[in-house]
């Protein structure tokens, strides 16, 4: 997918939009909650997307809203970030503390082997660009943090408690 598409959207407004987020998260829930996935397709690539909100890639995921499974949630989020399907169990692979932007918010990781994309993502507001590569030939702006878990996962990093 082409950034071509992708509306130019400054560091600040990010930042802001992010933390104006985490204040209504603040009101109305105790505890943030997240789901990413680590989705391998057959040749073991790895997928990821870009948002339009935030620099860099990332591992596909999101928030779990009130009366949803983790598991429901990393479906949800996988469908609607790269139209990518489940073809085994998820597997879990840990809980993290993200204090990137609020001191309680919490991310859990899942493992997700052979996921298969059931169509291409078209670009949206939320998604500009996505797809599968190669875990040693990732896009230069992955986010450090997307890195760090991928080496956690290769077993070429210890497994870290915060994200």
């Given at each position: 997918m082409s950034?071509?598409?992708?509306p130019?959207?400054?560091?600040?407004?990010?930042?802001?939009?992010?933390r104006?987020?985490?204040?209504w998260?603040?009101?109305?829930?105790g505890?943030t909650?997240g789901?990413?996935?680590?989705?391998f397709?057959?040749?073991?690539?790895?997928?990821?997307v870009?948002h339009g909100y935030?620099?860099?890639?990332?591992?596909?995921?999101g928030?779990?809203?009130?009366g949803?499974?983790?598991?429901?949630?990393?479906?949800k989020?996988i469908?609607?970030?790269?139209?990518?399907?489940?073809?085994?169990?998820?597997?879990?692979?840990?809980?993290?503390l993200n204090?990137?932007?609020?001191?309680r918010?919490?991310v859990?990781l899942?493992?997700?082997r052979n996921?298969?994309?059931?169509a291409?993502?078209?670009p949206?507001k939320?998604?500009?660009e996505?797809?599968?590569?190669?875990?040693g030939?990732?896009?230069?702006?992955t986010t450090?943090?997307t890195?760090r878990?991928l080496?956690?996962i290769?077993?070429?990093a210890?497994?870290?408690e915060e994200?």
């Amino acid at each position: 997918m082409s950034e071509e598409n992708a509306p130019e959207v400054s560091s600040k407004w990010m930042l802001f939009l992010a933390r104006i987020l985490h204040i209504w998260f603040l009101l109305s829930r105790g505890m943030t909650l997240g789901v990413r996935a680590a989705c391998f397709d057959g040749q073991g690539r790895v997928f990821l997307v870009k948002h339009g909100y935030m620099p860099g890639w990332y591992l596909p995921g999101g928030g779990v809203e009130w009366g949803e499974t983790m598991l429901t949630a990393l479906a949800k989020e996988i469908r609607e970030e790269g139209n990518l399907v489940l073809t085994e169990p998820a597997q879990s692979f840990g809980l993290y503390l993200n204090r990137n932007v609020t001191p309680r918010d919490h991310v859990q990781l899942y493992v997700c082997r052979n996921v298969e994309q059931t169509a291409p993502r078209e670009p949206d507001k939320e998604i500009i660009e996505c797809g599968f590569f190669e875990i040693g030939n990732l896009p230069e702006d992955t986010t450090p943090a997307t890195r760090r878990r991928l080496a956690e996962i290769m077993g070429e990093a210890p497994i870290s408690e915060e994200w």
